[in-house]
């Protein structure tokens, strides 16, 4: 059983596409993660929400806490955001579920 | 501020050898975190501190050892490594549970 699944698994785009990842779960959560993987495996904390929108220069990142929903939004995306993107939710102090990822490619 | 670092970045362990990676934080957080990554899984939580003496188990704890007698400090022991082992490992860092996570580099380890 996955308690926080992300869609689509893989996703590739033409330079200037806007993207959108989503995540969704299954369980009641204190704040949703999105984090950034690069090619050489470090990993970034992009966004951390507990309700509503938050956005980082081309980055959005949104929740519906009804919906156990969240999407990750890449506006005029460029090849440099090519990544995999994590989805974590915490559900309590020390429990942290995590999405698989999604790997993204964005072609010039 | 160099952030999270992790020694070594790669390491080739023989079944039975222990070992103990180490991680370090130079942002004065109290709460400290290791995961491991395996593919298609995701990251799990291994051990987890919320400050310095006190340390408590994650999800997957088993085969592993962790102190935290320093801030900076958070090393993760292999008592006895097994191939299952085998995985790449990640330390965050972050000043309560609650706020964004700093992740080191990772440590790629093989266990043959």
């Known amino acids: 059983k996955n308690e926080v699944e992300q869609s689509p698994q893989n996703l590739t785009a033409q330079e200037g596409e806007f993207i959108t990842i989503n995540c969704s779960y299954s369980v009641g959560i204190s704040a949703l993660h999105w984090l950034q993987q690069h090619p050489g495996g470090g990993i970034v904390s992009l966004f951390m929400?507990?309700?509503g929108k938050k956005k980082h220069g081309r980055l959005i990142a949104t929740i519906n806490i009804q919906e156990k929903h969240s999407s990750l939004h890449i506006t005029a995306s460029h090849p440099r955001d090519s990544a995999v993107y994590i989805c974590?939710?915490?559900?309590?102090?020390?429990?942290?579920?995590f999405g698989s990822g999604t790997k993204l490619n964005v072609k010039p | 501020n160099a952030g999270v670092t992790q020694t070594p970045k790669f390491q080739v362990l023989k079944t039975g050898q222990s070992m103990t990676l180490q991680c370090a934080q130079d942002?004065?957080?109290?709460?400290m975190s290791w995961y491991r990554q395996d593919p298609g899984m995701g990251l799990r939580l291994i051990h987890y501190s919320v400050g310095a003496g006190i340390t408590d188990q994650g999800e997957v704890p088993n085969g592993y050892n962790v102190s935290r007698s320093t801030t900076e400090d958070f090393p993760l022991r292999l008592l006895s490594a097994a191939p299952s082992q085998t995985s790449v490992y990640f330390c965050?860092?972050?000043?309560?549970?609650?706020?964004?996570?700093?992740f080191g580099p990772g440590t790629r380890l093989l266990v043959l």
């Open positions: 965050a860092s972050s000043y309560g549970g609650q706020e964004t996570q700093y």
């Open positions: 974590a939710v915490r559900v309590n102090f020390n429990k942290f579920y």
């Open positions: 929400l507990s309700s």
């Open positions: 942002m004065n957080h109290e709460y």
